[in-house]
């Protein structure tokens, strides 16, 4: 499998906010994140590398660094890449993963029935990103949660290639734009709606969201760059699926919703239902 | 083989001098380029797509269909991509193509007494420059031959293959940033020295030199872009190897010089020999 992801200075990062090296890690890991949605084991990256003219040679360094570690720690080689005078900083990436073809489930396979789950609760990196200008918010532990949740998230390799080896999981993508948003493109994809019952929200997120005064929940479905991953589960399967998962890749596999008949996503409100919008990245915002 | 090469606007092309369809075969081709200096067979290709706000749907379409323009005419298959803002178009490719590990030679291989060897005339990108703000000064089918080398280059994949079967070629690569420099980092590679003695000048290029009061051999040796193949040939086999070059692939195989022990570039002038600088392209000035 091949992806290829883009990171743009003041698109996706600011320098006053991100240092570089976690910058580099970030563009890294986002790539890895779409191998480990299809199951594979990464191999090898390539690295176009736009950078701006204030840019120092200690700046590239920082930013190569970042991506090195990452790559690392996912046994990914840089292979290559390519360096050019550009407008602002641009980290273009493509990485490579292997994969036996019929174990990738991609996002169509989602049916009606199926239990939408995620790997790990959600909200912690955009927590981090609120860090910026409300250092004092959160203590110690959870600051620690929402920094490295935001600036060295860590892609499901493991647990993409665990849950990819099971039939019971018909479609599988990683949630870097929201889970509304990409819970929404599975189910156009799938040619089905879902149903969200209850999302898991980083401790980080819901304290994080308490002292603003905003919705724990809009943490979970709209922050995005969590790199969780979002897996189509049969119903019957579920919780033997989830209780081996804890005790191979530790962690539970959290239940979000299910999937029904018909198009758009919906939430409990109170007793009733309501549509719920996708609110997450937008690319071209 | 892979391979990875950003174009990025105002740095490699502006949008009013360069219609976008053009840019975007420009950065198809740069990229194929690289693999047919492996003698590879193009296979597949991802694009990630950096877009400024004042690029509308047009402007991406046309830069999309000059890409599948390129990859079609080299039987490449763009895969898939990504798309997100940036200060300015960022055009970031990568390519991967197949070819047998034994023919791959790469820079590294040049030996003293081989024939330094281009694939076909240089400069008529460069006279295509010129073109945008002096279009009358070429008749016009060398007005032809400078637009078509500036905005449709056309990679050397077949002849890159032909020359990678050959044990007699020991090293290759494509001139992308002028034969100058090519040539000159062929040499670091290869540690050795080249010796220039003549370089194919394009016909559109000695014809601008000349209205310009400009060296024709400058546009030969230090206009970037030509996406001619250099090659180093043993030197005893390569009136053999020129021969059934032309019949086969056609057009001549150029010597253009010799590789030498030593270091560093040097050229006749006169009676003398002098050092040559790499004048071509800096991928960060």
Chains 1, 2 share one sequence.
């Not at 990436?93 to 790997?119: H, L, Q």
């Not at 969590?226 to 589960?233: K, Q």
């Not at 919780?239 to 596999?253: D, E, I, Q, T």
């Not at 979000?256 to 309501?274: H, P, T, W």
Request: overall charge negative; glycine content about 8%; some cysteine.
């Amino acid at each position: 499998v091949i992806t290829t992801d883009a990171l743009v200075e003041n698109v996706h990062f600011r320098r006053d906010t991100m240092p570089l090296r976690d910058a580099g890690w970030r563009a890294m890991a986002s790539n890895i994140s779409d191998l480990a949605a299809t199951g594979a084991r990464p191999a090898l990256a390539t690295v176009a590398l736009g950078v701006s003219a204030d840019a120092t040679r200690d700046d590239i360094l920082e930013l190569y660094r970042g991506m090195v570690e990452a790559a690392s720690a996912y046994d990914c080689e840089i292979a290559g890449g390519d360096i050019t005078r550009a407008p602002s900083l641009v980290i273009s990436i493509t990485a490579i993963g292997e994969v036996r073809p019929s174990r990738v489930k991609g996002r169509a396979g989602a049916r009606p029935g199926d239990i939408a789950a995620v790997t790990g609760p959600l909200g912690a990196s955009r927590a981090g990103l609120h860090l910026a200008d409300t250092q004092d918010m959160l203590d110690e532990h959870l600051r620690n949660e929402a920094l490295s949740a935001h600036r060295r998230p860590q892609p499901r390799v493991e647990q993409g290639r665990w849950l990819a080896a099971s039939d019971h999981v018909h479609a599988m993508m990683d949630i870097s734009d929201g889970l509304s948003t990409d819970l929404s493109r599975m189910c156009v994809q799938s040619n089905c709606a879902a149903y969200v019952e209850s999302v898991p929200v980083a401790p980080s997120a819901a304290e994080m969201a308490k002292h603003r005064g905003e919705e724990p929940q809009l943490y979970a479905l709209a922050g995005g760059e969590d790199y969780e991953l979002l897996a189509a589960v049969a119903p019957r399967a579920f919780a033997y699926l989830s209780s081996r998962f804890a005790k191979r890749v530790g962690g539970p596999l959290h239940a979000v919703g299910r999937f029904r008949e018909g198009s758009g996503l919906y939430v409990r409100k109170g007793e009733r239902e309501e549509p719920l919008a996708p609110t997450g990245w937008d690319h071209l915002a």
